[in-house]
């Protein structure tokens, strides 16, 4: 299961694969093993090798949360990935995560780190199935971060650049 995040207004990609009474969780590409028992709702402990981890998640609707891991608080936030489709985070604060809306292949990369940026404005076209799509920014600001080079394959949802 793959879930596209905001952990205390960082965005994460958290991936879990269930099998056998384990977990193999990856967050932002680190991979962890491990077990999740469920004492009481809202309540689990997490056993990652010879550690355990007391957590408390508590939640006002489907889509965000307060997670407490030992006494570290953690405000989570599901984005849904229709929402996000062009691959654009709308806050007017903070880091836009401009993603490809598909799996494809980088074409063409139209800006650079320390490039200014307004909104609609196209930073890098990505091909899929034989057209080509520009992927804009929603909003302006400075590019801080191109995370790919032309020729790239890309899948869908992966970060291309980073608006500040």
């Known amino acids: 299961m793959r879930y596209d995040a905001q952990i205390n207004g960082r ?5 879990l694969d269930e099998r056998d009474g384990r977990t193999l969780a990856r967050v932002d590409g680190r991979t962890y093993d491990i077990q999740v028992a469920r ?8 056993f990652v090798d010879t550690r355990v981890y007391e957590t408390r998640v508590s939640s006002a609707d489907s889509k965000t949360f307060d997670v407490d891991i030992a006494g570290h608080l953690f405000a989570v936030e599901l984005i ?3 929402r996000r489709r062009v691959a654009a985070d709308h806050s007017d604060i903070g880091q836009q ?12 990369i139209l800006l650079g780190p320390g490039d200014e940026v ?4 196209g930073v890098i076209v ?3 199935m034989k057209m080509q799509n520009e ?3 929603t909003r302006p600001g400075r590019v801080s971060e191109i995370r790919v080079a032309e020729g790239d394959t890309v899948n869908g949802n992966q970060v291309l650049a980073v608006i500040e």
Do not use: F, N
């Not at 004492?39 to 997490?46: A, R, V």
């Not at 993603?99 to 292949?105: D, E």
């Open 11 to 15: 965005h994460s990609l958290i991936e």
């Open 80 to 82: 849904d990935p229709r």
């Open 135 to 137: 992927v804009k920014s």
């Open 126 to 128: 990505v091909e899929a």
């Open 39 to 46: 004492p009481e709702d809202g309540s689990y402990l997490i």
């Open 118 to 121: 307004s909104a609609g404005q």
């Open 97 to 108: 995560y401009v993603k490809a809306p598909m799996p494809g292949k980088v074409v063409r």
